[in-house]
């Protein structure tokens, strides 16, 4: 018989207790392009393996994505943060892209926070500036769930750790990420449909993770940092260079943001 994911994630869960001796995680963050070095801020870093020295995950793909996992102390609590993550468009299935999340809440994580570098829809986000994420479109036409798990995603991402980072930054605004598959960036006329169905954000990942964590019972928390404004609202080509330097330049600003999150969650 093959391998269950869950337990494909307990085998990784079990190899990163061993190689980092934290018996217990309490909050996992993955960081998507742009937010990898505020991973710096959120406190004393212990061990820093690369996910493929972990049973399970698939070597990193995309530049601006380096493929570790850091282990932090901050306080009293142990947090686990991925430097990159498994795109669906990488073509490993969503099994590969939710492993990292699967593998976070089988170490004990019960709080995950998601972030990720968007388009913005929303004429009024600001490029550089990060967003909460309120909720998603889920436009991969895929799940990482199979069989009859009929979870219920009326609160995918927890409204008590999205009213929390409201009280870190009160100007913190919120929109829905609608996620595409990609791995190219969307036409002008597919900008126009999400923006009709309600999408403030847009971008190729966080979904599928979203989900999965709430499948597995933990709470979800979601940022976005707005990259660019989305394809055809400006009359600027979009390239994946630019959407890394507003990363960079945002660095700063978004790790403050998210460190003072992550004390309080
Ligand atoms: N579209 C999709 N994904 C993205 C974008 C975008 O405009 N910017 C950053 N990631």
């Not at 901050?74 to 990488?90: C, K, P, V």
């Not at 500036?129 to 995918?156: C, K, Q, W, Y």
Request: charge should be negative; hydrophobic fraction near 45%; aromatic fraction near 4%.
């Amino acid at each position: 018989m093959t391998r269950t994911p869950q337990a494909a994630a307990e085998e990784a869960a079990a190899e990163l207790r061993s190689r980092t001796g934290v018996d217990a995680y309490d909050v996992a963050l993955v960081m998507g392009s742009g937010w990898a070095s505020a991973a710096d801020l959120l406190g004393d870093s212990g061990q820093e393996l690369p996910t493929t020295d972990l049973p399970g995950f698939v070597p990193p793909a995309v530049e601006g994505h380096s493929g570790t996992v850091r282990s932090i102390r901050a306080g009293d609590r142990s947090l686990l943060a991925f430097l990159g993550r498994t795109h669906l468009y990488e073509g490993h299935g969503t099994d590969a892209v939710v492993h990292g999340v699967r593998t976070a809440v089988a170490a004990g994580a019960t709080t995950v926070v998601l972030t990720n570098a968007a388009g913005g829809i929303n004429p009024a986000y600001a490029v550089g500036s990060p967003v909460l994420i309120a909720d998603h479109l889920n436009m991969t036409a895929r799940s990482p769930l199979t069989g009859a798990t009929f979870v219920d995603l009326t609160e995918t991402y927890t409204p008590a750790l999205r009213e929390l980072a409201r009280s870190v930054d009160p100007s913190l605004p919120e929109g829905v990420y609608a996620a595409m598959p990609g791995p190219h960036f969307e036409t002008p006329a597919e900008i126009r449909m999400l923006s009709a169905m309600g999408a403030d954000l847009v971008g190729m990942s966080t979904v599928l993770e979203a989900i999965a964590a709430r499948a597995a019972g933990a709470r979800v928390l979601g940022l976005s940092l707005v990259t660019n404004v989305a394809a055809g609202l400006t009359g600027a080509n979009l390239d994946h260079e630019d959407v890394l330097a507003t990363g960079r330049d945002a660095a700063a600003t978004v790790g403050r943001l998210l460190a003072d999150i992550t004390a309080k969650l």
